[in-house]
C-alpha cells in the first residue's frame, strides 16, 4: 500500500518540470508568511484601534481599490517587462509593507498606509498566475493549478496555527514574520526562477508601455470573458465572507474565542491538501462551468448555514461543505482565465481577473460589516445564500452557451 501511493506521487512529480517544483516551493514559503498575518488582519485591525466590523470593511475596500490599481500595472508590466521581475518586485514590496503596517498606531495614517500598501504589495501576482501558465501545457492547467492550490493550504495547516500563537504574544511578531517569508522567497526566486516571458513575442509587437496598459481595452471585447468576470464578482461576494467577516461573526455572535477560528482555517486547509488533487483530475475532465455552478451549489448551502448553526461541530460541517466546493472551483477558475488568454497577454489577463476578487473584496466587509453592526446578523449568511443562487444560475447559463472548452481569443 505505501509503496503504491509512493509510486503514484513519483509519477505525478515527473509529470511537471522542475521550474514548476521549484516555483510551488517558493510559492509555500511565501504562503506560509501570508496565512499567519492574513486570518488575523480584522481581528488586528478591529482590536488596535477599536473601530466596528463596518470601519474595518472600508479599510479593507481601501486595500482592494489600491490592489485593484497595482494588479493591472502589474500585469501590463508583467507581459512588457517580464514575469520574474515582477514577482520579485511584488515580493520585495510585500515585505516592506507588512514592516510598515505593524508600526503604525494612529489611524489616520493607517488609511493613508492602505493606499500605499495595496497599490504595491498586488503587483506581482498576475506574474505569478501567468508564470503558472506558461510553465504548464494545456491539458494539465487545471491539475497544475490544483497542485498550487495544495502548497497554498499546506501552509493554512501550518499558519493559522503559528499566528495564533504568535498573535498572544504581539500582533507585531505577525508581520515580522511575514515580511521575512517574502523576503526569503524572493531569494529562491532570484536563484533558481528562470523567466517564462515569450520574448520573441513581445518583440514582434514592439509595444510602447503605453500601448501595452492600451491592451487591457481587447480583454472587455472578449465576450465570455467578460461574463465570466461579472459572475465570479457576485459568486465572489460570497467567498472572500469567510477570510473576512466570519472570524469576526464567530467571536462576536458565536461567542467562540478566537483560536477556534485558526482551528477551523487549519481543517479547510488539511482537507484541501488531502484531496484536492483527486479532485481536481476528475473536474479537469468536465465542462470548466458547469463544475463552477456545481462548486458555486456547495457554498449556497455552506454559507447560507452558518445563519442557522449555534453549534461548533454544525458550523464545522458548513465549512467542510464549502471546502469541497473550493476544491472544485479554484483551480477551474484560473485554468479558465489561462485557456482564454493568448500567451503574450496572460499577465494582463491574470490581472483582469483579479477584478473578480478585488471588487468583492472592495464591496463585501463593508456591506457585511453595515449589516453586522446594525442588522441581525444572521442575514449576512442569508444574502449570501440568495447571492449564490444567482452565481450558480450566472455559470449554468456560461455552460449552456458554452458547452465546448472556452478557447483563447486571437
Known sequence: MIKEVLDKANRVFHEYSPQFWVLSGASFIDSLGKTILFPFFTLYITR????????????????????????????????????????????LLSAGSSLFMGFISDLKFFYAAAVIVGLFSE????ARQAMIADLLPEEKRAEGFGVFRVVHNLAWVI??????????????YLFFTDAVMSSITAIVVFRFIQDTTPVEKLKKKKES????????????????????????????LVYQQLYSTFSV???????????????????NAAIVVLFQFWISRRVSKRNPFLMLALGTSLYLF????????????????????????????????????ARLAPEDMRGRYMAGAGFSWSIPAIIGPWAAGM???NFDPNLVWKLCGLF???????YYALYLNNRKEPAAEK
Open 159 to 172: 499558519g493559522p496555527s503559528v499566528g495564533g500563537f504568535l498573535a498572544s504574544k504581539s500582533y507585531m
Open 48 to 91: 488596535r484601534f477599536g473601530i466596528g466590523m463596518a470601519q474595518a470593511g472600508i479599510l479593507l475596500g481601501i486595500f482592494s481599490v489600491s490592489g485593484m490599481f497595482g494588479g493591472l500595472l502589474g500585469g501590463a508590466l508583467a507581459d512588457k517587462a517580464g514575469r520574474k521581475v515582477m514577482i520579485l518586485a511584488g515580493l
Open 371 to 373: 449589516v453586522l453592526d
Open 123 to 126: 503587483a506581482g501576482d498576475p
Open 388 to 394: 449564490a443562487v444567482i452565481a450558480a444560475a450566472g
Open 302 to 337: 455552506g454559507f447560507t448555514a452558518f445563519g442557522f448553526f449555534y453549534s461548533f461541530y454544525l458550523i464545522l460541517i458548513a465549512v467542510i461543505v464549502i471546502t469541497i466546493g473550493e476544491m472544485v472551483m479554484v483551480p477551474v477558475q484560473m485554468a479558465v482565465v
Open 249 to 267: 461573526f464567530l467571536r462576536d455572535y458565536r461567542g467562540f474565542p478566537e483560536s477556534s477560528y485558526g482551528f477551523v482555517m487549519s481543517i
Open 209 to 236: 508601455f503605453s500601448q501595452t496598459l492600451g491592451g487591457y481595452k481587447l480583454i472587455l471585447k472578449n465576450r465570455v470573458f467578460v461574463a465570466y468576470l461579472l459572475v465570479s464578482i457576485v459568486m465572489l
